[in-house]
Every structure is written in C-alpha cells, then in structure tokens.
Antibody, heavy 123, light 110 residues
C-alpha cells in the first residue's frame, strides 16, 4: 500500500525556518517524481515545489523561490522541504504528493497524497 | 502563474448533472493535454478523479467525466450522489515542471 507521511510542521515565528519531511513506503520511491502542494486554512490548493525521480531537476513556485528548497534521499525513501524566511502567508497544510510514473516515464498528474502537516507562521 | 478560474460553487439535486468549468490560458490549459481534477472532502487529502483531460483512474465511477475546449476544461458529474458533495480542483501542467491549480469549486447536493 502506498503511504506518504509528512512530519515537521508546527508553529514558527515570521522569518524563521522549518524543515518538512515526507516518508514514503509501499512503492519504489526512486522511480517517482515528487511534489509539495500546500493549502492555506479555508483556501484552495497551491503548487509549491517539484523534484524529479533522481533529484536532477527541481522547480519552485515564484511565491517560494529563494526561500524554500526541495530535496530527497532515495536511499531513505524521504522527501524534504527546507523552508526559510517564513512569512504569515506561508501558513498552510503542506501535502507530500506523488506523481504518476511508470517505466521511467512520468505522466504529469498526482496519484497519491499524504495527509499533510500544518505549518503555522505567527508571532 | 495565476490560478485557474473555477466557479465558487455549483449545486444540483440527486440524480442531476453538474458541470464545473476551469479556465486558464494558452500557457497552461490551452497548451497541454495534461489537465487533472481532484476531489477533496472536508479535512481530507485531495483524491485524483480525472487525468489527461478525460481519463478516469481505476475505481473512479464513470459518472465523472472530463473534457476541454481551448483554454477551458470541464468536469461533469452525472447522476449526482450525496457522497459527491465536496470541493473540486482542476490542475494543469504549465511547462518546465510548473503546475497551476484552479480556485476550487464547492459542489452541493441539494
């Protein structure tokens, strides 16, 4: 069974830093591109970051570029999101998301989502 | 990337059909066949309902269907059921690993 379990959320002051982790199981993690998507309280989904299966390619939305860094450790089946210079508007549930992939190809949609971890930025 | 535009809410009685629109630009919805739709019940993670504009993952009822014309994609729920009451989000690939989500639509079953 595919499982994505996020951790590392919590309360942080504006300007602070936090590292989110996502533990993956039930599939060959190194074969899949992975993503972070967030959702502010009572708001819609916002795409945050992506990393290719081998870690060679990354993407960060303009809203987080220069402040957030996505990374992965395929030997540990882990995905990370290092967040710094946090702002009030970064308050959200952060979801770890798997992209649908097979046989080395990825298909540009998201087939499994974790339950999310809440990040609250407040003084 | 600006969010794709969806109606804030749609509603219908059980058994009726509802359609949710998702309007973008030629840089996202209009430029790619990679539009997907996600259902989200309160307090839950999103669930994939439609991918590649009109394909259904296994396990998704065939009363969910998708289409696209130009810069606008649509999700239709036929034979509306109580359990379909949820928020729905479209998502489009926008090139170079970028994706953009829609603003979200609340579906109410009357």
């Amino acid at each position: 069974e595919v499982q994505l379990v996020e951790s590392g959320g919590g309360l942080v002051q504006p300007g602070g830093s936090l590292r989110l982790s996502c533990s993956a199981s039930g599939f060959t993690f190194s074969n899949y591109a992975m993503h972070w998507v967030r959702q502010a309280p009572g708001k819609g989904l916002e795409y945050v970051s992506a990393m290719s299966s081998n870690g060679g390619s990354t993407y960060h939305a303009d809203s987080v570029k220069g402040r957030f860094t996505i990374s992965r450790d395929n030997s540990k089946n882990m995905l990370y999101l290092q967040m710094s210079s946090l702002r009030d508007e970064d308050t959200a549930v952060y979801y770890c998301v798997r992209e649908s992939c097979s046989g080395g190809d990825c298909y540009l949609h998201f087939d499994y989502w974790g339950k999310g971890t809440l990040v609250t930025v407040s003084s | 990337q600006s969010a794709l535009t969806q109606p804030r809410s749609v509603s219908g009685s059980p058994g009726q059909s509802v359609t949710i629109s998702c309007t973008g630009t030629s840089s996202d919805v209009g430029g790619y066949k990679y539009v997907s739709w996600y259902q989200q019940h309160p307090g839950k993670a999103p669930k994939l309902m439609i991918y590649d504009v009109s394909k259904r993952p296994s396990g998704v009822p065939d009363r969910f269907s998708g289409s696209k014309s130009g810069n606008t994609a649509s999700l239709t729920i036929s034979g509306l059921q109580a359990e379909d009451e949820a928020d729905y989000y479209c998502c489009s690939y926008a090139g170079s690993y970028a994706y953009v989500f829609g603003t979200g639509t609340k579906v109410t079953v009357l």
